[in-house]
């Protein structure tokens, strides 16, 4: 069996897929190949997500945004992108996902505390990803979402 290949997308490619991706490397260490992009990759990752992963021991202030291209979705087992701002099209079959991440400024709350719940969301959202690779693969909809063949 193969490692399966997981791609995180945001717009930008500085915070939440960054998170993602470093929390999904932390858990599944070499178990999972990782990797994130942005549909309009920014300049530099979003220092309070770097703080926020850093307050529990998950380092990614040495990652670099990237611009998403189609030959990442099409290398990818699955591609997860989170929020409804981003937007990627399969390629060549590529499952899609879409996690919609709270959005605690939504309800007035900003800064570390912000950062902290949206940290929170997409670390119980990676763990569930994590498992369901963990146990191969399985029919999608049995889940909700698609089917994701690890390898």
Not at 28 to 39: E, I, K, L, P
Request: glycine share 10%.
């Amino acid at each position: 069996m193969s490692t399966p290949r997981v791609l995180f997308v945001c717009v930008k490619n500085g915070g939440k897929s960054q998170m993602a991706a470093g929390l999904m490397r932390e858990a599944a260490g070499d178990a999972v190949a990782v990797s994130s992009a942005g549909t309009r990759a920014g300049s530099a990752l979003n220092a309070q997500s770097v703080e926020s992963l850093r307050e529990i021991g998950v380092d990614i202030s040495g990652q670099r945004t990237r611009q998403l291209t189609d030959e990442m979705v099409r290398d990818a087992d699955l591609v997860v992108v989170l929020g409804s701002e981003a937007h990627v099209e399969p390629v060549d079959g590529t499952p899609v996902e879409v996690w919609e991440t709270d959005e605690p400024s939504a309800r007035g709350i900003e800064g570390a505390e912000r950062m902290r719940l949206v940290r929170d969301d997409i670390a119980a959202r990676v763990d569930q990803l994590h498992r369901r690779l963990s146990t191969g693969p399985r029919p999608a909809g049995e889940d909700g979402t698609a089917a994701v063949h690890p390898g």
